[in-house]
């Protein structure tokens, strides 16, 4: 599958039978999901991409391709992601919403982001992740109504393809730099 990423990837073009999930790290890594019709999308961001590669930043895009997400108190951006461009993707089966109603997933979307909009933003307890998943709850995705911030951030991580190399070195790279920057200033204190 060919991505398209037009906007500085505030949205993500693909074929006709495809709908997106997105997350992002660092830059912005992607969910997707094989949705009929095009760029339905969850995105997800890195928090904090030096500390934590794996946590991000989400949000979720509605059927037309427009990304939603919680990016500070009492604000749910529209197509203007607070950080970066996709660098990993999770596609999603779109046989997996079983909330009734012809426009299901945009429903969702619309009424979280409506919920969030009344919400001050809390970095741990009531975030971006939150945002994404009262969405997924509001739609039964996967016939689940315990979608949280923990399992979208662990399954992102296990399920999560990177987009490109230049993707995958943006999400671990300055991770790795400073790991190995604290590892080798341990290590020569410790062996004087």
């Given amino acids: 599958m060919e991505l398209e990423f037009t906007n500085f990837s505030h949205y993500v073009l693909v074929s006709e039978s495809e709908l997106l999930l997105i997350i992002t790290y660092a830059g912005m890594n992607l969910i997707m ?18 500390l934590f590669p ?11 391709g427009v990304i939603r997400d919680f990016a500070g108190p009492y604000f749910v951006s529209e197509d203007n992601m607070a950080f970066g ?12 919403v079983y909330a009734s109603g ?3 997933w945009d429903t969702a979307v619309h009424n979280a982001s409506e919920e969030y909009k009344q919400r001050m933003h809390n ?14 709850n509001l739609m039964r995705y ?43 200033v341990t290590l020569s204190l410790n062996l004087r």
């Fill in 33 to 50: 999901a094989d949705l009929k019709p095009v760029s339905w999308c969850l995105p997800l961001q890195i928090v904090s991409v030096w």
């Fill in 54 to 64: 794996f946590i991000g930043h989400m949000g979720i895009c509605t059927s037309s």
């Fill in 123 to 136: 970095l741990c307890c009531d975030n971006c992740h939150s945002h994404v998943a009262m969405a997924l």
């Fill in 85 to 96: 461009r996709p660098t990993k993707y999770w596609m999603l089966d779109v046989s997996k």
């Fill in 102 to 104: 012809s426009n299901a």
């Fill in 142 to 184: 996967d016939n689940s109504t315990s979608w949280n911030m923990v399992n979208l951030c662990l399954l992102s991580l296990i399920h999560g393809k990177h987009v490109s190399c230049v993707g995958f070195l943006k999400t671990w790279l300055p991770f790795c730099i400073l790991t190995s920057v604290i590892l080798a």
